[in-house]
């Protein structure tokens, strides 16, 4: 993958985690956070293996999912 397409998936994340401080619906917010995040671990892997990027965001995405599924099993 080229440096430019890792750049706009960089900007893209950084994009879905601003939009998640918007929201308003925790499971909305879980999800959108969590796709920035996903974003963010795609573009540390293109940009070089960014590890300080990749794996506090790799954290985050799956501590999003377990509450995902708490939360479900809850309702």
Known sequence: MNTETATYIGYSASLFIVLS????????????????CICFVI????????????????LICLIQIYHLIADKRKA
């Open 43 to 58: 573009y540390g892997i293109f940009s070089g293996m960014l590890w300080p990027v990749i794996i506090p965001n790799g």
């Open 21 to 36: 401080f918007i929201l308003k619906d925790i499971r909305k917010i879980r999800i959108v956070n969590m796709v920035g």
